[in-house]
Structure formats: structure tokens, C-alpha cells
């Protein structure tokens, strides 16, 4: 079935970094777009980013812009969000989703997310 298992979190200083990785298995992940989003207490779940199959294009929330950087390496079945120049805002617990057709209908899988805590 499908998985994605997310790891890196953690608690960092602003402006710090962190490396957010999201395993994949059960589906063909090169031809999937993979996607990171964020939810803060309260807040809603937001897109951070996005990465395309090849030709690999990305989508970037307009507040991490410069900051972070999505990738993804089809050979280990990984998508990574490097995140530099942390900021207090940016905490929240991370997630990984890719969104699969099964059946003539569309469906979103989720990873169990990730905590990134930024504080001094």
C-alpha cells in the first residue's frame, strides 16, 4: 500500500537549517508530483512546496521563497525539503502528500508529519 515516512524535524535556532526527508513506497513515484505542506496550532494546512515528474518544475509558498529548496532523488523514492533561514513562523509539523488515481477517483496520502520547532 501507499507510505511516505517523513524524518529530520526537530528544534533549531532561527536562522538555522533542517533537511526534511519523505520516503515513498507502494505507487510509481517518478511519475507523481510530491508535495510538503505545514500546519501550525490553530492555523490552517498550508503548501510549502512542490516538485513536478520530469521535466521537474516547483511551486514554492511566496513566504519560504530563497529560503527553502524542494528536490527529489526517483531513484530512492525521496522527496527533501531543505529549509535554511529558519524563522519563528515557520514551526509547525510538516507533512508529505502525493495525490494517486485510483479507480477513476482522485486520492490524497499523507506521511505522519514531521515536528519543526523554531525558538531561541
Known amino acids: 500500500q501507499v507510505q511516505l515516512v517523513e524524518s529530520g524535524g526537530g528544534l533549531v535556532q532561527p536562522g538555522g537549517s533542517l533537511r526534511l526527508s519523505c520516503a515513498a513506497s507502494g505507487f510509481t513515484f517518478s511519475g507523481k508530483t510530491m508535495c510538503w505542506y505545514r500546519q501550525a496550532p490553530g492555523k490552517e494546512r498550508e503548501l510549502v512546496a512542490d516538485i513536478s515528474p520530469t521535466p521537474t518544475t516547483t511551486v514554492y509558498l511566496d513566504s519560504v521563497k530563497g529560503r527553502f529548496t524542494i528536490s527529489r532523488d526517483n531513484a530512492k523514492k525521496t522527496v527533501y525539503l531543505q529549509m535554511n533561514g529558519l524563522k519563528p513562523e515557520d514551526t509547525a509539523v510538516y507533512y508529505c502528500?502525493?495525490?494517486?488515481?485510483?479507480?477513476?477517483?482522485?486520492?490524497?496520502?499523507w506521511g505522519q508529519g514531521t515536528q519543526v520547532t523554531v525558538s531561541s
Open positions: 502528500k502525493v495525490k494517486i488515481r485510483e479507480f477513476n477517483t482522485n486520492r490524497d496520502y
